[in-house]
Each structure stands twice: as structure tokens, then as C-alpha cells.
């Protein structure tokens, strides 16, 4: 049972749960203002588990959701992610919720919500046995869910089959990926330990890296500087956004996604208007650029992830990895299979090192240097020398 179970399970043997509310529909948004100690309201049925990994990697003390969390139409994981995080959620709050003021302290106790003396919101709490009942209600709907993701993705292919399998509509980028490898790192679950995982591929292939939004940053922490920069760059940092050779500024929703902030800094940049989400422009431009091999970091491939989030953006994931074909392959495989290559210069130096160890060693003894000479006076003999 996860600590917060244990904590809200317990008859009031715990103390309120006090901290700055930070409310936001925009996850996105939301991440950039939230810290650790804060509660989160968010306002999300079905909570998924790359949202979730977000909320988590802010580390608030509790999580506060206006709608279900888990409605029963697929076992979504985003509940389990703050579970296993020790993040407190209540669940079912009600619209209300998100009236909350941001940045106004607030009070959880229990499942209700209270400024002051006010109660603002009544939920419920998650727990543990209730997650686990509900995911294993909801894993009997996938079928329905399926039917309908898979009548989605031919409703997309007929609208954006040009872009999708013929690269018309893609932003034109000034860095050359042909026969390269391409390394694509979004901000999703456990990016940072994949980069850690594939440092030595990094270290020797050199992939051109092309990162999603602000992972722009994370690339550069953990890595080295993003050549190409794709998505909203309101939140990327000046010396990310300089570091790039491109920048290409993309909303599906078609918003502003930070253009005017890439004008002000004189970067160069280009736009693009694609319906799809920007890692998966990211892939496609790789793939009609020529790339030889696209690294995805950061980026889910399970079934479970293509029904989760928007039906739209999923279907078009599902169709771009399916264009990209054989060249896309995810870190976590790579880790699994990338062996480190070692120069002919390399063998030959252990060798001789191996020799020279070998000398030493047999002239550090009185039977290696009886064997020695013993062997000199064999070679000498054969030779004519002797």
C-alpha cells in the first residue's frame, strides 16, 4: 500500500494538508509555475501517465483532480504514477475546483478542500484498493476503446495522408540528416535515466539530436545541445534556443507556441501548422530528411499509450511510427542492444599491453627467466644464429 494510502487511510490520526494552490487547465502551463510543497488542481479526465510523470517530476505535496481520474473507459496509469510518487490525490472534486484562486493557500483534510475556514471542495480520496479496482474494471472496456482509436486513425489518414506519407506541409530545416543518426527527446517518463542508459551511444555515434518543446533543456543537461528545436519554446531557455541551428515553432492547437519569444531573440526559426503533435513532426522531418536510424527518448509505444490523451494526436503517432517503419527504434531497446565498439588502434594496444605484462611478469620470476632464455636458445638455434 503506497504511503498516501496508508496516510488518508487512517483515521484522522494525520494533520491537514496545507499548501499554495497552483490551478491551471493547461498542463503545460501549469508545470512551469508548480513547485515542490504546492498542491496542483488540474482538471483532466482519465489522468495518463506522461501528465502524471509531469505533475510528478514537480514533486507537490498533493494532487487535486476535477474530474475522474480513472472513468473506466481503458486502465490509464496516471493515478498509479502518483501512487508510486507518494502524491496524495483527491478525486472527483467537481468544475468548482478550478475557481480556486492560484498561488492562495489552501487546506486538504481528507477529501475535502478548505480556504480558511471555508470548505471549497469535496472529492474523493484514491486509494490504493479503488485504483486497482478501477483499472481492473476499465481493462474490460479496451476492446470498445479500440474499435473507436482504430476508426479515428482511418478518419486521419484520409484527412492527412499527404503530410504523413508523402511529407507535403513539412517545415524546411537547415541542418542536414542524411544517412545520420537522429536522436528524438521529449519530455515523458524517465527521460533522463534513457539518456543515462545510452551515454556511450551518444559518446560515439553522435546523433543529431532534435528535442520537443523544452526538453530542449534536458537535452543539454544530459546530454549535449538539441541542432533542431520543434514545439512550443515559450518555456525553452535563451541558451538552448541560441545553441540550435533550428527552431521550429509548432502548436496542434495552432497557438502562438513562443514564435513572438523566438523573433525577440534574433534565433533562426521557421513554423509549421500540422495537425499532429510535435514529436511526431519531429519523426517525420527525421524520416523525410533521410535520417538512417531515429532514437526515440522519452516517447510511449504501448498500445495503452495510443488510447490515452487526445483520440486525434494518438491516431497520428500510431501512423507516423508506422511511416517511420524499421529506422525508429525506442532507447530503452537501444540500451538494451548498443555495445560499445572499439577501434583496431584500441585491440592492438591491449594486445601489446597484454605482451608487455606477460615479459615483465615471466622476467620478474627465476623460472620465467629460465623459460626465456631456455626459449632464445630454441629460436636462435632454428634461426642459424647459434
Known amino acids: 500500500m503506497s504511503k498516501f494510502s496508508r496516510r488518508n487511510e487512517s483515521a484522522g490520526s494525520d494533520s491537514p494538508l496545507n499548501g499554495t494552490a497552483r490551478v491551471d487547465h493547461s498542463i503545460t502551463a501549469l508545470t512551469r509555475r508548480l ?17 502524471a510523470s509531469q505533475l510528478s517530476a514537480c514533486r507537490p505535496s498533493a494532487v487535486i483532480n476535477a474530474q475522474e481520474s480513472i472513468s473506466g473507459r481503458y486502465p490509464n496509469g496516471g493515478p498509479t504514477v502518483l ?13 468548482d475546483v478550478m475557481n480556486i484562486r492560484d498561488g492562495s493557500r489552501i487546506r486538504i483534510d481528507g477529501d475535502a478542500v478548505f ?23 476499465a481493462a474490460q472496456n479496451m476492446h470498445v476503446q479500440l474499435s473507436a482509436f482504430t ?26 540528416l542524411e544517412g545520420r543518426h537522429v536522436l528524438i527527446v521529449t519530455g515523458g517518463m524517465l527521460y533522463a535515466k534513457q539518456l543515462k542508459d545510452i551515454r556511450t551511444y551518444l559518446r560515439e555515434r553522435k546523433p543529431v539530436i532534435i528535442a520537443i518543446g523544452d526538453s530542449a533543456d534536458a537535452a543539454m543537461e544530459h546530454a549535449y545541445a538539441a541542432k533542431i528545436i520543434v ?33 525577440a531573440l534574433g534565433v533562426s526559426r521557421t513554423t509549421s501548422d500540422a495537425g499532429i503533435a510535435s514529436s511526431d513532426l519531429a519523426v517525420l522531418l527525421a524520416h523525410a530528411q533521410g535520417a538512417e536510424v531515429i532514437v526515440t527518448v522519452g ?28 529506422g525508429l527504434v525506442d532507447a530503452r531497446t537501444l540500451a538494451q542492444v548498443y555495445r560499445h565498439r572499439y577501434s583496431r588502434w584500441t585491440v592492438f594496444g591491449l594486445v601489446a599491453a597484454g ?14 627467466r629460465s623459460w626465456v632464455s631456455s626459449a632464445w636458445e630454441s629460436v636462435s638455434t632454428w634461426l642459424g644464429l647459434s
Open 35 to 51: 513547485r515542490r510543497g504546492d498542491i496542483a488542481v488540474i482538471d483532466i479526465l482519465d489522468l495518463d501517465e506522461r501528465t
Open 83 to 95: 501512487a508510486e510518487a507518494s502524491i496524495p490525490l483527491i478525486d472527483k472534486a467537481g468544475a
Open 115 to 137: 480556504r480558511g475556514d471555508t470548505q471549497l471542495a469535496k472529492g474523493e480520496i484514491l486509494t490504493d484498493e479503488a485504483r486497482e479496482q478501477a483499472l481492473a474494471d
Open 151 to 176: 476508426a479515428n486513425a482511418m478518419d486521419y489518414v484520409e484527412r492527412d495522408s499527404a503530410l504523413i506519407l508523402d511529407g507535403r506541409g513539412l517545415p524546411a530545416v537547415d541542418v542536414d
Open 231 to 263: 514545439g512550443n519554446v515559450e518555456s525553452v531557455s535563451e541558451r538552448a534556443m541560441r545553441a540550435a541551428a533550428t527552431v521550429v515553432v509548432h502548436d496542434p492547437a495552432g497557438a502562438d507556441a513562443g514564435m513572438t519569444r523566438a523573433d
Open 299 to 326: 516517447m510511449e509505444s504501448r498500445l495503452i499509450d495510443y488510447l490515452q490523451g487526445s483520440s486525434d494526436l494518438n491516431a497520428g503517432t500510431f501512423l507516423t511510427r508506422l511511416q517511420a517503419g524499421g
Open 355 to 368: 605482451f608487455v605484462a606477460l615479459g615483465l611478469a615471466l622476467a620478474a620470476t627465476p623460472g620465467g
